[in-house]
């Protein structure tokens, strides 16, 4: 059996089979790793949690008035359209 033939046959199933492996150990060590710490850590994992929905509501309503700030100044109403 040459190459071309073995691809044919074998080379989608063996790219997949690879791909799956990748995912699995690229999304599997960083969840295993994310579970053990919140298993050792509960309070701590818990505490951190807290901290980043307060701090993302804070920045949320930070960076929306940033943004219409910006736009009052630097949006052109007239962009696009014709004369």
Same mark, same amino acid.
């Given at each position: 059996?040459? /190459?071309?033939? #073995?691809? %044919?046959?074998?080379? $989608?199933? &063996? *790219? =997949? &089979?690879? !791909? @799956? @492996? *990748?995912?699995?150990?690229?999304? +599997? #060590?960083?969840?295993?790793? *994310?579970?053990? /710490? @919140?298993? %050792? $850590?509960? %309070?701590?994992?818990?505490?951190? &949690?807290? !901290? !980043? !929905? @307060?701090?993302?509501? /804070? *920045?949320?309503? $930070?960076?929306?008035? $940033? +943004? %219409?700030?910006? =736009?009052?100044? #630097?949006?052109?109403?007239? #962009?696009?359209?014709?004369?």
């Amino acid at each position: 059996m040459d /190459f071309d033939l #073995f691809m %044919e046959k074998y080379g $989608y199933k &063996l *790219l =997949g &089979l690879g !791909i @799956i @492996i *990748l995912i699995a150990v690229v999304l +599997g #060590f960083p969840l295993y790793a *994310l579970w053990s /710490f @919140i298993k %050792e $850590y509960p %309070e701590m994992t818990l505490t951190i &949690l807290i !901290i !980043i !929905i @307060i701090t993302s509501v /804070f *920045l949320r309503g $930070y960076f929306k008035a $940033y +943004g %219409e700030a910006m =736009g009052k100044y #630097f949006y052109d109403d007239k #962009f696009g359209k014709r004369p």
